[in-house]
C-alpha cells in the first residue's frame, strides 16, 4: 500500500478540515492508499512532515490556505522531493485552489484527486523563495496584512476595497526600478504584483495569466491623484484594468530585476502567497513545469 503524506492547518479558514478527517481517510483507503498525517502547530516545526518521505510516497496531500500551500511547495523544494502535490484549499481567500478548480466540497476535491493524474506548473522563484501564486508590494500588500481575517470572510473584495479607500490618503508609493528583456521602468509604484496565478484576495487581477505558459504577468500600478487612483481600483474590481488604464503598466516576463531606489527599502514589506516575502533587490524567475500537481 504506497502512503500519502496528508498536511494540515487545523487553523486556516473556520477549522473546516477537522471535521472532514475521517471522510478523508476513508477515500484515500477506498483507493489503497494510506494516510499518514502532520499536524501543523506552532509546536510543531513544518520540516518534520518531510523527514520519513521516501519512495513508498505516492503524493502529499496539504490542506490549508495560500500561505500554508506556499510553505509546503517550499520544503517540498529546499529537501528535493519531486513528489506530486494535492490542495484541499481550507483557507481564507484559497487563491491558487480555485485557479485550479478546487472548490470548498472536501469530499468532491478528494475524489476529483484520486481519479487524476499529475500535471506539471510553473512556480515564481524571488531571490531563494519560491511562490504558487504571487508575490505583491504596496497598497495592496498592505490593505491585506492589515484587514482582519473575519472581514475577509465576511464582505471579500468589499474588506479589501474599503481598506484601500481608507489608507490611500496616507500611503507613500515606492520609488523603484524593474528591468526584463520586455519592459524596463524607472519610477513610483503604489502596487506592484508578479503573477503565476491570477486572483489575489479572490479579486481577478491578472486575469490573462496561464500557470503553463513559463511567463509571470506583472502589473504594476503608478500613483495619480486621489480621483485617478480609485477610478484604478474600481477597474481591478471589475476586471477591466488591463484593457485600459493610464495608470497602469502589464506586461509578461519569465525573468525580472527590482530594485527600490528609497533609502528605507529595508522598511518595506512584501508578501509572497500570503507569507512574508524578502527585500530587496529583488531577482523574479519563473520556473517552468517545476511543480507536479494533481487536480
Known amino acids: 500500500?504506497?502512503?500519502?503524506?496528508?498536511?494540515?492547518?487545523?487553523?486556516?479558514?473556520?477549522?473546516?478540515?477537522?471535521?472532514?478527517?475521517?471522510?478523508?481517510?476513508?477515500?484515500?483507503?477506498?483507493?489503497?492508499?494510506?494516510?499518514?498525517?502532520?499536524r501543523i502547530?506552532?509546536?510543531?516545526?513544518?520540516?518534520?512532515?518531510?523527514?520519513?518521505?521516501?519512495?513508498?510516497?505516492?503524493?502529499?496531500?496539504?490542506?490549508?490556505?495560500?500561505?500554508?500551500?506556499?510553505?509546503?511547495?517550499?520544503?517540498?523544494?529546499?529537501?528535493?522531493?519531486?513528489?506530486?502535490?494535492?490542495?484541499?484549499p481550507v483557507g481564507t481567500a484559497n487563491d491558487f485552489a480555485k485557479l485550479i478548480g478546487a472548490t470548498s466540497d472536501i469530499e468532491e476535491n478528494c475524489k476529483k484527486i484520486l481519479n487524476?493524474?499529475?500535471?506539471?506548473?510553473?512556480?515564481?522563484?524571488?531571490?531563494?523563495?519560491?511562490?504558487?501564486?504571487?508575490?505583491?508590494?504596496?497598497?495592496?500588500?498592505?490593505?491585506?496584512q492589515k484587514t482582519p481575517t473575519h472581514l475577509k470572510n465576511i464582505f471579500g473584495k468589499l474588506a479589501y476595497y474599503y481598506s484601500g479607500i481608507k489608507e490611500l490618503p496616507t500611503f507613500k508609493s515606492v520609488n523603484i526600478e524593474v528591468e526584463s528583456e520586455e519592459m524596463n521602468y524607472s519610477g513610483e509604484a503604489l502596487i506592484f504584483f508578479v503573477f503565476n496565478g491570477k486572483t489575489a484576495g479572490n479579486i481577478n487581477i491578472a486575469y490573462n495569466s496561464e500557470i503553463t505558459d513559463g511567463l509571470l504577468d506583472v502589473i504594476i500600478v503608478k500613483p495619480g491623484s486621489v480621483v485617478s487612483t480609485i477610478s484604478s481600483l474600481l477597474k481591478f474590481f471589475k476586471g477591466e484594468h488591463l484593457e485600459e488604464s493610464t495608470n497602469l503598466i502589464h506586461f509578461?516576463?519569465?525573468?525580472?530585476?527590482?530594485?527600490?531606489?528609497?533609502?528605507?527599502?529595508?522598511?518595506?514589506?512584501?508578501?509572497?502567497?500570503?507569507?512574508?516575502?524578502?527585500?530587496?533587490?529583488?531577482?523574479?524567475?519563473?520556473?517552468t513545469n517545476s511543480l507536479n500537481l494533481i487536480f
Open 41 to 88: 502547530s506552532l509546536d510543531t516545526p513544518l520540516e518534520r512532515a518531510f523527514i520519513d518521505i521516501d519512495e513508498t510516497y505516492d503524493h502529499i496531500l496539504a490542506a490549508g490556505g495560500d500561505g500554508t500551500i506556499n510553505q509546503v511547495v517550499n520544503l517540498m523544494k529546499s529537501n528535493n522531493l519531486d513528489l506530486p502535490l494535492a490542495v484541499l
Open 116 to 144: 487524476s493524474t499529475p500535471k506539471a506548473v510553473d512556480l515564481g522563484l524571488v531571490n531563494d523563495k519560491y511562490f504558487i501564486n504571487v508575490f505583491s508590494y504596496g497598497l495592496f500588500t498592505d490593505v491585506s
Open 252 to 287: 509578461k516576463t519569465a525573468n525580472l530585476k527590482v530594485n527600490c531606489k528609497d533609502f528605507s527599502s529595508n522598511n518595506i514589506t512584501t508578501d509572497i502567497d500570503g507569507e512574508p516575502g524578502p527585500e530587496f533587490p529583488l531577482t523574479i524567475t519563473c520556473l
Open 1 to 38: 500500500m504506497k502512503k500519502v503524506k496528508f498536511i494540515y492547518n487545523p487553523f486556516s479558514g473556520e477549522n473546516l478540515i477537522l471535521t472532514q478527517l475521517d471522510k478523508i481517510i476513508k477515500l484515500y483507503q477506498e483507493k489503497n492508499l494510506q494516510i499518514i498525517p502532520f
